[in-house]
């Protein structure tokens, strides 16, 4: 069951019946210009051009002006240590010119070390842009955004896209482009806040542990706003925030959206098997006589962490990758030099499962390790290979086990697939959050949006109560 599917693709141009009623502009513009009547086949997935042209941002237009702090510094604090008053706020063009001692300190500041996410540090990102994946000439512009005191320390960073299009956010907007478009709005460019092509939930606004934390967070989501209508793109979107975060930018004007994934819980098991004793016999049965054909085909399973991994692995990973993407996606987000590149940097966060055939790599399955969870990503095999249920025991089986040794909490598993949910991996909530500067857009969107939540929500209560654990057993 495919929760809004309606929103990610519609048949033509037209409105979307499932928007609600979008304004009328009398066969004009908002500019002015008219729109004309063709009719057209596909949906808008990428578009630079349309009613009003967005403005091509340039050096001098990145200073997005300063905030004052109010307040006192925190008690303690000695003659000789002064506490900012003042913060400047700027876009920098690539996270490289931040330095990554300062980028990562409010990373961890902002999760703490137990809720510690490395796709928000600075080496997974500068990974992303040094290897071409997350780049103007992709879609992906970065404009992220700091906050410096007046002693130019770093208070507070945000990463952020300037887009030309909807690939690679997992969270659906094509049909509201459509919407745009058919009335000669323009959708695209539009401002993205995230990590790219990376469907994991985390914190977006990442500040400083200090006293004016509070008042920086809320300077750095004014500032997006600002420079929301500063570049006039149509709108900003920030996708797979915290909870906390989602509600704190209902207040800023931002509307509401839910989606769902499905995670594992570690409910301080011991071992595979005593989490087995929480399923239901007859999935702990199918996911047993799963697990048995690995070894009758003769495949052996690895998991590699740090100075384990080596280029020929990421050489071989990179092939099952674009195998996936061949196959599934048709265009690949990641570079080979990207895998070399952030295996360099995370280390020991980098988790690689692989199955061996013999001497030869078969398989892979891409996680990274965070404060308390391990994060399932990307997975792929050889081409024209077919390995019955390796995908199920590369990916799924075992990152729990993985996890198990490493006393995390939990696994996430990445987007979508309800087959996820047999195998002990349960739907959970996940957030977005949107901002028009056309009103009438956003009116009709949140109409949407307030039909949207509520089908999930139910569907969510339905695959709980059908879910493959006993009964008692709380997911």
């Known amino acids: 069951m495919a929760v809004g599917a309606a929103v990610c693709y519609c048949s033509n141009l037209k409105p979307s019946p499932f928007l609600g009623h979008f304004p009328y502009h009398q066969g004009k513009s908002p500019s002015g210009q008219g729109i004309k009547n063709s009719v057209h086949a596909s949906r808008i997935s990428a578009l630079f051009w349309g009613a009003k042209k967005a403005v091509e941002p340039t050096e001098r237009d990145l200073s997005l002006g300063e905030f004052i702090l109010t307040g006192s510094g925190p008690e303690g604090v000695s003659e000789n240590q002064?506490?900012?008053?003042?913060?400047?706020?700027s876009v920098v063009s690539s996270i490289l010119d931040?330095?990554?001692?300062?980028?990562?300190?409010?990373?961890?500041?902002?999760?703490?070390?137990?809720?510690?996410n490395p796709f928000l540090t600075h080496g997974f990102l500068s990974s992303l842009e040094e290897t071409g994946c997350a780049v103007k000439e992709t879609g992906w512009m970065p404009r992220h955004i700091i906050a410096k005191d007046e002693c130019d320390n770093i208070l507070g960073v945000v990463p952020l896209y300037l887009k030309s299009h909807s690939s690679g956010e997992f969270v659906f907007d094509y049909s509201w482009a459509d919407a745009y478009y058919s009335y000669g709005s323009r959708y695209y460019p539009k401002l993205q806040c995230c990590v790219p092509f990376t469907p994991v939930t985390g914190q977006r606004i990442l500040v400083r542990n200090n006293s004016y934390k509070d008042q920086v967070f809320d300077s750095l989501v004014s500032a997006m706003k600002d420079l929301t209508a500063k570049f006039q793109v149509s709108s900003l979107h920030v996708t797979f925030p915290t909870e906390s975060e989602w509600d704190k930018m209902k207040e800023k004007g931002f509307l509401q959206r839910t989606g769902m994934q499905y995670h594992w819980k570690n409910r301080n098991y011991k071992n595979f098997d005593e989490f087995l004793m929480d399923m239901k016999q007859s999935k702990r049965k199918n996911i047993r006589q799963e697990r048995?054909?690995?070894?009758?085909q003769n495949l052996t399973m690895k998991r590699l962490r740090g100075y384990e991994i080596k280029a020929k692995h990421w050489d071989s990973f990179y092939k099952f990758y674009r195998n996936t993407t061949d196959n599934k996606w048709g265009s690949p987000y990641l570079t080979r030099d990207f895998f070399h590149n952030m295996g360099s940097k995370m280390e020991d966060q980098v988790l690689l499962v692989v199955a061996e055939e013999g001497d030869e790599l078969v398989a892979g399955a891409?996680?990274?390790?965070?404060?308390?969870?391990?994060f399932g990503r990307l997975w792929g095999c050889l081409p024209r290979a077919?390995?019955?249920?390796?995908?199920?025991?590369?990916?799924?089986?075992?990152a729990i086990e993985a996890a198990i040794e490493?006393?995390?909490?939990?696994?996430?598993?990445?987007?979508?697939?309800?087959h996820k949910i047999q195998r002990g991996y349960m739907p959970v909530t996940t957030y977005s959050c949107h901002y028009f500067l056309d009103k009438g857009f956003e009116k009709a969107i949140n109409e949407f949006l307030v039909r949207e939540t509520a089908q999930v929500k139910l569907v969510m209560k339905l695959l709980h109560e059908s879910g493959p654990f006993k009964d008692g057993i709380q997911t």
């Open 98 to 116: 931040v330095p990554s001692q300062d980028w990562d300190a409010c990373n961890m500041d902002a999760t703490g070390p137990e809720k510690f």
């Open 292 to 296: 048995k054909k690995i070894s009758t």
């Open 366 to 374: 891409l996680n990274l390790i965070g404060g308390d969870t391990l």
């Open 82 to 89: 002064v506490a900012p008053k003042k913060i400047s706020l």
């Open 406 to 418: 490493l006393n995390l909490n939990k696994v996430e598993a990445g987007a979508q697939g309800e």
């Open 386 to 398: 077919y390995y019955p249920s390796l995908h199920f025991e590369a990916c799924y089986y075992q």
